[in-house]
């Protein structure tokens, strides 16, 4: 193989500019690589068995590993090992046409962006040479280290492990026509909820099986042997079955071994030519016959078994992650990348056929590179309360709306690992139905129900977010204590939110259950720290967490919610009949200032009390009583939507998709806020009134949850965390003194 300068001669196409590397002709190029096994017009190849699509399904894969090694080791930085193991599975998914592919392998990032460039879904972020996929490699407005919707022809992100499956489920679920492919790792499958998610999915919705794990059976994890590397083919079999999986496709690189290679995992690029050949005809042949079993009705994994790292710069866990020595002039990878490279022709050839799959580049056809089409949900029937009537239950108001919203959306879900009845939404229940296959009219349910109510938060937060990702509209709800379990992925679709270069519907939660109505729980029930997730998570741009004062305010808050683009949404509310305080055009005043005012009295003093909850104000509105009788004039603010309370820098709202610029002007900020003292209360964290005191120049101080404990009500819980009137005007007096 001989070595050239990147830079091309006019012989060269433009994209192989930062080739380092070109290498001989294959064996039989001459009879197998002159002609594009998928024709021009069609989408894949006729033919898995058909020698010629075996033989460039086998070029592709090492043109995969030729870029997802060199474009790591323009940065000696990131992860070529994982990707290198399964690089025939891939090549063979992209040869059959299916392109809509998910990884919850965040580390297969260089190999997803090599696929990427090869089908020229990447020009459209000007990316045209191979030179410039290097220098773009890990760079702001480049291609991240971990996947994102942000790069053309990626469907989902892919960070922590454990997620993948759930957007694939998700698009599975929207567009039961296609194929979605998610390939997770033997390290990845030791997280609890990839079984365990697939598994009651597949009991709800039996019918939607068009996803397929591709599971990359390497034999390592990050840094070590991975958990399952000591299983038996027979036995790794059995695990998928015993989880419900109908077929098993498996295909093993070491019943193709013609080197003598020790141990269970071995590099097929070791093998004889004839033997690769051989190799990937298997794997071709068997994501075919997975894909149609999938595509037919059938819960379907394909296994690839190949030692991680096979065809790269080293093995095993070795070949996970490059370090500042593995650099483009270093000799082991100068050896690693001579032994991948390929003719000038087949580099043509792979292009072509990874052009032509799929009917085109996946940047231009996969589902998440255009809006879904979604039914029009029209004017809501929203019901306006009297002020000053009956007390109200304020998640019992907002299930009327979403009850609307299923109607009219067939393929919007709510999900709840708790049960909605227990938060007072059964009427969402009554109305949609829990998907079940036992039908019960008792419990509300039916097989084709749409309340997914699987025992598991991440499963519930996957599915809900990934419906939005994808395009769709979904709720889930949780007890705010048990939410914490599914934020994890519940963040990384806000995140991909903020980047995407489309719009899709917001992902809303509803979080019910608040702390101070779970006294007899005790502190288990008890964790309202969860808001200073949120709280943090408000700085990013797209995320607003919203506090309805009342029934009233909780289906204009949910209305309004409705209506937004690419943001996450939280609602938190308590499930308790508590007094109607606000009309609706108040509000939606409050959705759009931060904060609206309740009651206004005067003195000698003002005092201002900023409160950031529902049953919380009821102490509040008893510290003013007292205030007022000794001439301490009283303002009570709802706080609704705290994001809008942050000075415009202090976000990054300007970087986000569909950005949301509008932030409380200085002069109201005072009109609302501005008085002799102001005192933060939440039932919450504290962090949650940050917005307002940094904005605040009065005296100030704030009123928060510390830690739960087991009580007989809410008011003795409030009392035990120091939130009583008598403590309010305490620190009233204090203020003014």
Known sequence: MTAITPKVTSAHPPFCEGIQYFGEAFPEFEKYGQTNAIASGKTSVSDPQDPTAVYQTL?????LR????????????GHPGGFASQAEAYAALVMLGYKNIITEVGHHAPGFYSAMFLDRSLEDMGIRTVQQLRDRFRERHGLLGHLSGFIP??????GPLGQGQH??????FLHRDKLFPFTVGDGGLGEPYVMSSIAHFNTAYPEVTNFLPVLVWNGYSQEHHSMVSLKTNDEMIAYWLGNGFKKVVIVDAKDFDDQEQPGDYVDSTAFSFTGRLAFTKAVLVGVNEAARSALSGNLTVFIIKQLKGAGVHAKGSKSHNLYPKDTLDAPHMIEALKARAL?????????????????????????TESELELPKLGQLTLEEYPVGGDAKISTTAMGELVAQVGKTDKNFVVSNADGNQASQIGNINAALKIVHPTTDDTYYQAPNGQVYEPLSEDACAGFAAGLCL???????????????????????????MAELRRPTPSTITLFTAGALEQGRNGWTHQRPEIEAYFAAMMRNGNIFPLFPTDANSIQTCYEWALNTKNKGIVITASKSPL??????????????????????????????????????????????????TEGIGVKIVSVINPRRLYLPHET????????????????????????????????????????????????????????????????????????????????????VK
């Open 167 to 172: 957007f694939a489920m998700s698009a599975a």
């Open 66 to 77: 030729y870029l997802t090694l060199q474009i790591t080791g323009s940065k000696a930085s």
């Open 470 to 496: 994808m395009g769709g509209r979904s709720l889930w709800c949780s007890y705010e204590s048990f939410a914490i379990n599914g934020l994890p992925i519940w963040q990384t679709v806000t995140q991909a």
């Open 153 to 158: 022809g990626i469907l989902a992100p892919a």
């Open 343 to 367: 003719n000038l022709e087949a580099w043509e050839i792979v292009r072509t056929n990874c052009e032509r799959a799929g009917g085109g580049p996946a940047g231009k056809t996969v589902v």
């Open 579 to 628: 007094p109607i305080r606000t009309t609706f055009e108040q509000t939606r005043q409050g959705l759009h200032d931060g904060a609206i005012v309740l009651q206004e009295t005067s003195g000698t003093k003002k005092v201002v009390f900023a409160v950031v909850g529902d049953m919380i104000l009821k102490p509040v509105y008893e510290a003013a009583k007292i205030l007022e």
């Open 59 to 63: 070029l592709a894969a090492d043109a």
């Open 652 to 735: 990054a709202w300007d970087t986000c998709s569909q950005p949301d610029g509008i932030f409380l002007d200085n002069i109201k900020f005072a009109q609302i806020f501005d008085g002799d003292a102001l005192i933060g209360v939440t039932g919450g964290a504290g962090a949650m009134l940050e917005p307002i005191m940094l904005r605040s120049t009065a005296p100030r101080t704030t009123v928060a949850w510390k830690r739960g404990e087991t009580t007989s009500s809410a008011g003795e819980l409030m009392a035990f965390n120091g939130i009583t009137a008598e403590t309010l005007v305490r620190k009233v007096k204090q203020l």
